[in-house]
């Protein structure tokens, strides 16, 4: 069974820093991209940022460029989002997902993952 688990998230400060972890159990995710949602209370899911399978590719929103970087590690089957300067409408649910085949395009709709994980809250206080 394919799981995919994030971790890292907690409560900050405003400036502050977060460095989630979304770690893949199950098979390996070496040749798929990974995408980075959030959903805050009472609003739709987000798209965040998405790593290529390769990591050669990074693509990010606008609201967290320059802030937030996203990086993996094929051999710990793990990807990262570093965030810096975290502001309080970064406030919300961070998910990690995977398209269900493997290739090299980077999809930004949520629609095209297929397996997600549980969320990890991430709370930024004024």
């Known amino acids: 069974q394919v799981h995919l688990v994030e971790s890292g998230g907690g409560l900050v400060q405003t400036g502050g820093s977060l460095t989630l972890s979304c770690a893949a159990s199950?098979?390996?995710?070496?040749?798929?991209?990974i995408g980075w949602f959030r959903q805050a209370p009472g609003k739709e899911y987000e798209f965040v940022a998405a790593?290529?399978?390769?990591?050669?590719?990074?693509y990010y929103a606008d609201s967290v460029k320059g802030r937030f970087t996203s990086s993996r590690d094929s051999a710990k089957n793990t990807v990262y989002l570093q965030m810096n300067t975290l502001k309080p409408e970064d406030t919300a649910v961070y998910h990690c997902?995977?398209?269900?085949?493997?290739?090299?395009?980077?999809?930004?709709?949520?629609?095209?993952?297929?397996?997600w994980g549980q969320g990890t809250q991430v709370t930024v206080s004024a």
């Open positions: 199950g098979r390996s995710f070496s040749d798929h991209p």
């Open positions: 790593i290529s399978g390769n990591g050669e590719e990074i």
């Open positions: 997902a995977a398209p269900l085949l493997p290739g090299t395009l980077v999809p930004f709709s949520r629609y095209e993952y297929y397996y």
